[in-house]
């Protein structure tokens, strides 16, 4: 980190990225994000930054926190990022693969509820018929006067 780098507070990030303070602290208490402190305050670098927009992707996508913290990782520990494109490449088949399997129960799923509606709007349309044809017919009004 350069002096160039902005630093952001706890408020101020939160307010760029959409999230709450509290998010922020919870990334920060699960380890992967680390603010500096300046006295009691925390401050963010461009870095944090990243990583956040990182970890938002991730969570937006359904990668679990323990996932994104692997990533993030081997962001790390790799200089020249190849083992962390690997990993993202093998998690995002995983993912891929789980949502079509998803897809495919809530297609399954959607099909057996409106075959459930119609045999339930049937049913109904049945049993008001059957009632209709037992009620007598109402007699019409004479027009006379009592």
Do not use: C, W
Request: glycine residues 6%; hydrophobic residues 35%; positive net charge.
């Amino acid at each position: 980190m350069t002096q160039d780098d902005p630093l952001y507070t706890v408020t101020q990030l939160g307010a760029e990225l959409g999230v709450t303070v509290r998010t922020l602290h919870f990334y920060e208490a699960q380890g992967l994000i680390t603010p500096r402190r300046v006295g009691n305050t925390r401050v963010y670098s461009q870095r944090d930054r990243g990583r956040m927009i990182l970890i938002l992707r991730g969570k937006k996508l359904g990668f679990s926190i323990r996932e994104i913290k692997e990533y993030l990782e081997l962001y790390d520990m790799d200089p020249t990022h190849e083992q962390q494109i690997k990993a993202l490449l093998k998690a995002i088949k995983t993912r891929i693969n789980k949502l079509t399997e998803q897809q495919a129960a809530l297609t399954e799923t959607l099909a057996e509820l409106h075959d459930i509606e119609q045999q339930a709007i049937t049913a109904l349309q049945e049993m008001r018929a059957i009632a209709a044809a037992k009620s007598p017919p109402t007699p019409l009004p004479t027009g006379r006067s009592l």
